[in-house]
């Protein structure tokens, strides 16, 4: 069973506007898929789908088995913070709370806060010595690490992560890049929306949306 399957999706923003048409997409456990496109392609809103944040308005989205078109709001909220493991390009750490408490955080709304495990999370995306950091003591490298290890703590079962080095000089995209290279390869599977080449190079797999429309895909040699 795929992970994930958008059959014949659409989108109308005010019961009108079309942001999405047609859309077809399937994703395997232990993919890692580049989404691209233009500003205004309606990569975001295929993002915000697949992420539980919206709910599509024709078609239909199935992740880890449900049906996404027969649940609730609420729900779908719940769904979002078991199963997806969210980076964004604006990193949202609590900026009062240190690197591991910002974990605990996260684990609040799933779990038990647990800061042994919090601090396995940083150690292991090479962060151990900055646990007690607050954000503003961190590097934007560090920060999008401390996300990323955010976004692991809770096992999700689908990273879906946004832009997550449009805030970054090239040496810390390097390094947030490798570390999206070493959990795919531990079997993570993976999901970048991007307007950066080098990032979608990366992926196993990229698909290009052009006006609501899925244009292309095309998949690593």
Same mark, same amino acid.
């Given at each position: ?47 915000? !789908? ?57 684990? $609040? ?45 809770? $096992?999700?079962?689908? +990273?879906?992560?946004? @832009? ?17 290279? @070493? ?7 993976? !999901? ?13 797999? !990229?698909? !290009? +949306? ?12």
């Amino acid at each position: 069973m795929s992970l994930l399957q958008l059959n014949d999706v659409g989108m109308l923003y005010g019961g009108r506007v079309p942001a999405l048409e047609h859309v077809h997409l399937t994703v395997e456990k232990g993919d890692w898929l580049a989404i691209m496109g233009p500003s205004g392609s309606g990569k975001t809103t295929l993002m915000n !789908i697949i992420g539980c944040m919206d709910k599509h308005t024709s078609g239909e989205v199935i992740l880890d088995g449900i049906s996404l078109n027969e649940v609730s709001k609420k729900e779908l909220t719940q769904i979002r913070r078991d199963k997806i493991g969210m980076v964004f390009q604006q990193f949202h750490l609590i900026p009062y709370l240190t690197a591991v408490e910002n974990l605990m955080v996260a684990q $609040y709304y799933h779990s038990i806060p647990d800061r042994a495990e919090a601090l396995e999370a940083l150690a292991r995306v090479g962060l151990s010595d900055r646990a007690d950091h607050l954000p503003r003591e961190l590097s934007g490298g560090e920060q999008q690490r401390v996300c990323i290890a955010r976004a692991l703590i809770n $096992y999700p079962v689908l +990273i879906l992560a946004d @832009e997550p080095t449009g805030n970054l000089d090239e040496k810390n995209e390097q390094l947030v890049m490798d570390l999206f290279r @070493e959990l795919n390869a531990e079997g993570h599977t993976i !999901i970048t929306v991007t307007h950066s080449t080098k990032v979608g190079e990366a992926a196993k797999k !990229i698909v !290009i +949306i052009d006006h609501g429309h899925m244009k292309e895909a095309s998949a690593e040699e």
